[in-house]
């Protein structure tokens, strides 16, 4: 398990010392997960791609930054996702709503029967969502980030990030659930 990281590790050596065929190497090892990141986040193709390689760019010359501290691949990934909300915002199209939220006020979660879904029509119900909750559930469900971290990328409250998620998640349900009714009355 040890030589897939050793072999990052030599790499990123290379790279360092501005060796294009490792950059290359990286660069295919990564490509596709970094442009789907972006692409979840932007919807857009173009920009998605534009995001991933601006990305790399950002990440090859910075790379005395990493420290090690994580994985090379999740260092990567935030160089991604941070540069793709950037691009959003730039957009104008992600109005960043701060949530005013009673403290102590429970946040509801649902029990949902997952066995008629499909990853297709989940990641289809998630692109119409509004940006601000696509873009919360996607670091939270797709990504992987927890609370914590969404809070540090998206500079929201904890509670924010909890309610956002929550309220998301339900909308998310809606979309599903109207998705699914139209189906089976088909």
Not at 32 to 54: T, V
Request: with cysteine; glycine share 2%.
């Amino acid at each position: 398990m040890k030589t897939p990281n050793l072999h990052i590790n030599q790499l990123i050596l290379r790279c360092k010392k501005n060796d294009s065929a490792a950059q290359m190497e990286i660069y295919k090892l990564y490509y596709k997960a970094m442009y789907n990141s972006a692409l979840r986040i932007l919807k857009n193709e173009f920009e998605a791609e534009d995001i991933m390689q601006e990305s790399f760019l950002t990440a090859f010359t910075k790379l005395d930054s990493f420290k090690g501290e994580v994985a090379f691949g999740a260092w990567l990934k935030r160089v991604v996702i941070n540069k793709s909300l950037t691009q959003l915002k730039k957009n104008n199209r992600y109005q960043e709503v701060k949530l005013e939220v009673i403290p102590g006020e429970p946040v509801e979660e649902d029990v949902v029967n997952y066995e008629n879904l499909n990853v297709k029509s989940v990641m289809n119900a998630l692109q119409k969502l509004k940006d601000n909750y696509r873009v919360i559930l996607t670091l939270n469900l797709i990504e992987g980030y927890d609370n914590e971290e969404i809070m540090q990328i998206l500079n929201y409250s904890n509670e924010n990030v909890r309610t956002t998620i929550s309220r998301a998640k339900k909308k998310l349900k809606e979309i599903l659930s109207k998705d699914t009714n139209r189906i089976n009355v088909v």
